[in-house]
């Protein structure tokens, strides 16, 4: 499935005479500021049913519905929301508590041809969960902890150490630079000041007793295509993919201005099966900007002192 839906674009990228640059190592080259703001949502809405792509009516529709919404300025679109609100024409409050966010905190969205970023399962869906897992890791919405005993019952993006690497959400910073050398490929991505350090090398894995936020990784090139393999992660990672047994990723250039990108999540603890999903990142001039998060954690001791002011509130 990947490979098929890449070589569909290589082949119209070679239409159009265009020819993948390469480093002075000779390595198909990646290197940029790549924007993942795509429209395209995880999961494929039922409406579709088993239809893998749009029509040309239903992108030139999406199109003028997502400009139409960026204009109208209202509150803030994130992932998913964007793509369901074009549809239907109901634009639901991100935040309708507080209505902290608007449309002018995200940027201009890239309307692409699937129906869901979920290539495998050909359904376009999560697969089953395991046992008892609720999928709430990464997936879906997670309940956040408005009364914290202290920092450790919050969230690891709460308590800003951890997005996910890599930090998958489309349309908010969510940018990835590439830098290569002949035996290493760096991806950062600011949202929580990551820089993936990933070595070209076929020498084994460090030791499984050794278990990382954003896991241990080893890169090669398989043909024209960046291949990285990611395992060894800590169990204390909110993020569903960052909790997987293994992942392997795929950055194949399709033309001058886009990455075809993949991720396989063999998730055990959450999924009776891996899947795969596969989403366009578009180059950008731009340069990447600091994510302050928490602007030095004041948000961290006011989240706290509002639970203890709330308990007391409670108790008079």
């Excluded at 998913?80 to 201009?108: C, H, R």
């Excluded at 376009?124 to 450790?152: H, K, V």
């Amino acid at each position: 499935m990947i490979i098929i839906s890449a070589l569909i674009n290589m082949s119209i990228a070679q239409e159009s005479s265009w020819t993948l640059p390469r480093t002075i190592d000779g390595q198909p080259d990646l290197q940029g500021v790549w924007g993942n703001n795509t429209i395209t949502p995880v999961e494929r809405p039922t409406r579709f049913g088993e239809r893998q792509y749009l029509t040309d009516e239903e992108q030139t529709l999406l199109e003028r519905r997502v400009s139409e919404i960026a204009e109208e300025d209202g509150d803030a679109l994130f992932g998913d929301g964007v793509f369901e609100a074009a549809l239907s024409g109901v634009v639901n409050s991100y935040d309708p508590s507080t209505g902290n966010y608007d449309q002018a905190w995200l940027v201009e969205r890239s309307v692409h041809n699937r129906t869901s970023q979920i290539v495998n399962p050909i359904n376009g869906q999560y697969p089953p969960l395991a046992g008892d897992a609720d999928g709430i890791t990464f997936n879906r919405p997670q309940t956040g902890n408005t009364n914290p005993e202290s920092w450790l019952d919050l969230t690891v993006d709460d308590r800003c150490i951890s997005y996910g690497a890599p930090y998958l959400n489309a349309g908010y910073n969510s940018y990835w630079q590439i830098v290569q050398s002949e035996n290493h490929v760096v991806i950062v991505q600011e949202m929580m000041h990551d820089a993936r350090i990933i070595p070209l090398t076929d020498n084994p894995h460090i030791d499984r007793k050794i278990k990382l936020w954003h896991g241990d990784s080893r890169g090669y090139f398989d043909g024209d295509s960046l291949v990285i393999e990611t395992t060894n992660f800590s169990d204390k990672s909110t993020f569903g993919h960052n909790r997987s047994k293994i992942n392997i990723e795929r950055f194949a250039r399709i033309s001058e201005t886009q990455i075809l990108y993949s991720i396989t999540a063999d998730q055990p603890d959450t999924y009776r099966a891996p899947y795969t999903r596969e989403f366009i990142l578009d180059l950008t001039p731009e340069p990447i900007f600091e994510y302050a998060c928490h602007e030095g954690n004041y948000s961290m001791a006011n989240i706290l002192r509002g639970a203890r002011e709330q308990e007391r509130m409670n108790t008079d």
